[in-house]
C-alpha cells in the first residue's frame, strides 16, 4: 500500500530559528515528490517538485531535499518568519493519477 | 484571476439534509478534483473530472454526486448527509493533465453534520 508519513505531526520553533521536516514513503513507482504549504483555513499551495533524478531543489528560505533510494525527503526551512507557520504537506506522485498525500506537519512559529 | 474559489466557506447540516458545494475556477483547466481532509489524515480523493462532461470516481465517492456542464464549474452534491461526512472539502484544479502536477487549491468549505 502506498503510505507517505511525516514527521514530527507538530513543531514549535523560535522565530529566527531553522527547522526540518522529514517525509519517509512508500509509493512506487515513483514519479514525482512535491511540498505544499497549508496556511490555517486556507487550500496547499505548493512550494517545491522534485523529480527522481533531483536531489535538491530550492524556493527562497526553503530547501528541499530527495534521496530516491532510501525514499525520503526533507524540508528545510532558514531563518523562519512568523508567516512560516502553516502545515507542510508532503505528496508524492506514483504515476498518473496516483497521488498519495502525507498529514502534514503543523508548524508553528513563535516571536 | 480569482483562481479557485469555493462557496461557502461554512456550513452545518443536519444529518439526512443535502446541499451541494461550488466550485469555480478561472484559469481554463481541464482537470479538476474534490478531495476531503479530515483531522489528523492527509487528503483523500472524492471525485475527478478531466473535462466537460466526464467525470470518475476517486478513492472515496460514497455518498456524493458531482457534475461538469462547463470547464469551469464542478459541484459537488452530498445527498442524505451524515455525520462521517463532517469534513473539510477542497477543490482544486490542474492546468496539465493529473493529479501529479502542481494543484491549484481553493479555499475549502468547512462541512459540519449533526
Known sequence: KNQ???SPQSLIILEGKNCTLQCNYTVS?????????QDTGRGPVSLT?????????SNGRYTATLDADTKQSSLHITASQLSDSASYICVVAGGYQ??????G???QVIP | NAGVTQTPKFRILKIGQSMTLQCTQDMNHNYMYWYRQDPGMGLKLIYYSVGAGITDKGEVPNGYNVSRSTTEDFPLRLELAAPSQTSVYFCASTARQGMENEQFFGPGTRLTVL
Do not use: A, C
Not at chain 1, 29 to 37: A, H
Open chain 1, 98 to 103: 496516483k497521488v498519495t498525500f502525507g498529514t
Open chain 1, 105 to 107: 506537519t503543523k508548524l
Open chain 1, 4 to 6: 507517505v508519513e511525516q
Open chain 1, 49 to 57: 517538485i522534485m523529480t527522481f533524478s533531483e536531489n535538491t531543489k
Open chain 1, 29 to 37: 513507482p515513483f514519479s514525482n515528490l512535491r511540498w505544499y504549504k
